[in-house]
């Protein structure tokens, strides 16, 4: 026999083996959506390396996995003709976790069952999930283009280790053998497979194939015998690419699964869009929103943008020039036929097509969410909290967009107890006091901060509402927006405050009275302070406090200057 190497699993490996074991036992079927799901992206990466070298086809172009029992086995073997792996990648791809965002994950687990399982559902379980049913896992694969000589085999129980083995293996692909556990047994069914293929697989797009044995020669009715039919590899999903079938025909439990088989994510995702596109330029994109954010949407080298195809033929992962930055979390394909299939990350940069393609999915994008806050409020919320402070960076980043993104935005405010960010400005346009012309606003480190800044207290007095924002994006997002539906953004802490029409005749009498009283204050403040301030003014925005520091107009808020200070400038 072959020369036996033996590896130990990387520690997140073990971790992640032993809490899909424990956390996953009432979703124990999806380990088959993954292998299938792993099984259909190896064709892909097949076909877009065979468009330069078609010899890696090695006269078998007919890309399918192939789903097989063995009851006196007690095994299950999915098996593929697509891209292989080579040892290295065996050792790699099947012993350690590369995702991005691992550490976040691990350190978010929190040993109770079913909140891990949740999160286990956002991480994602890949090809380890097999292990929930099977005791044993053997992989036998070659890489296209490879030598029969060069075949690998891993092997392993789950535990902490894993053998491997160069072997021969005339045929291209992988082979997957689930040595199902003992209490796991009804998988070892052929209709159950077929039954869970329909459920989580039917949109993949290459066959996904089940024996069906031969059907004997039969007497028909009328005495004459109906001949046998020799048995077949049989289809038993529809294997045509979801997104080239007709919306109509879709329902939602596809699209859904389809989303995971894409987005490598376990949970639903909160909404999609689905358009084809016809006439000066041709493409189908099929976007997700997803329903949580990623553990590393923070992390700027994270991995994200839409997965491209040309002509139905698979291009590219994590394409980023057809989504802004701002939109980062959305997943989905874009199938274009205007692109040529050889077009590279290169080409892609500086590309006319690609411009048409990106402002086309933004706007699908923007008009999905436009259309989920108008109609489902609580599920834009949901979306709101996930992602609205990426979403603030829209206003700074595309410029084209600005007013929808704007409208699009959430605020807590001064007419809402509750510190949600539920306020559109919409809705505090719609509040407006007679005679208020501006969007009054207060920037500040934390939501509390502003909630209880002496700026306020004019406002409270007035009952005009203010926009609360203390996030730290949100200075950044205001000096971006100026203005929405012709109202002007004003910042209650920069300047002078004129409240113009909101004060009446008989207050601006009684503050400048009360201004002469307090003349010589002033003088003598501004002689104590010195250069240290460019002014000392009077203000009738205090009604409790004795005195506040507010910035120059045209200079930065004090919250800018404290966001500078912290990035070192
Ligand atoms: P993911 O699919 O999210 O990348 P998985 O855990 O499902 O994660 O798979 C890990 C990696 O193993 C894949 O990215 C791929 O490189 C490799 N792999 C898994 N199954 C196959 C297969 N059937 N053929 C070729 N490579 C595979
Ligand atoms: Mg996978």
Known sequence: AAQQEKHGFQTEVKQLLQLMIHSLYSNKEIFLRELVS?????????????????????????????????????????????????????????????????????????????????????????????????????????????????????????EGEFTVAEINKPTRGTEITLHIREDEKEFVDAWRLRSIIGKYSDHISIPVLMWRDEIPEQDGEDGEKIPAVPGEWESVNKATALWTRDKSDISDEEYKEFYKHISHDFADPLSWAHNKVEGKSEYTSLLYIPGKAPFDMWNREQSHGLKLYVQRVFIMDDAEQFMPTYLRFVKGLLDSNDLPLNVSREILQDNKVTQTLRQGCTKRVLQMLEKMA????????????????VLKEGPAEDFSNKDKIAGLLRFSSTHDESDAQSVSLEDYIS????????????????????????????????????????????????????????K?????????????????????????????????????????LGEKVIDVKFTHRLTESPAVITADENGMTTQMMKLMQAAGQ
Not at 77 to 86: F, Q, S, V, Y
Not at 376 to 387: G, L, R, T, V
Not at 490 to 517: N, R
């Open 488 to 528: 002007q953004f004003q910042s209650i802490a920069k300047g002078d405050l004129d409240l113009g029409d909101l004060d009446d005749e008989e207050t601006k009498k009684a503050q400048e009275d009360a201004e002469k009283e307090v003349e010589g204050v002033l003088e003598r403040a501004k002689t104590a």
């Open 374 to 389: 108008k109609n489902d409020s609580e599920k834009y919320q949901s979306f709101w909290s996930e992602f609205g402070n």
């Open 38 to 158: 792993n099984a259909a992206d190896a064709a892909d990466k097949l076909r877009f390396r065979a468009l330069e070298n078609a010899a890696l086809y090695e006269g078998d172009g007919e890309l399918n996995v192939k789903l097989s029992v063995d009851a006196d086995a007690g095994t299950i073997t999915i098996a593929d003709n697509g891209i292989g792996m080579n040892r290295e990648e065996v050792i790699a791809n099947l012993g350690t976790i590369a995702k991005s965002g691992t550490k976040d994950f691990f350190s978010k687990l929190s040993g109770d069952a079913a909140k891990d399982s949740q999160l286990i559902g956002q991480f994602g379980v890949g090809f380890y999930s097999a292990f929930i049913v099977a005791d044993k896992v053997t992989v036998r694969s070659r890489a296209a283009g490879a030598d029969a000589s060069e075949g690998v085999e891993w092997i392993s129980d789950g």
């Open 431 to 486: 509040r407006m006091k007679e005679g208020q012309d501006k969007i009054y606003f207060v920037t500040a480190d934390s939501l509390q901060a502003a909630k209880t800044s002496p700026h306020l207290e004019i406002f409270r007095k007035k009952g005009i509402e203010v926009l609360l924002m203390g996030e730290r994006i949100d200075e950044w997002l205001m000096s971006h927006l100026t203005e929405y539906n012709e």
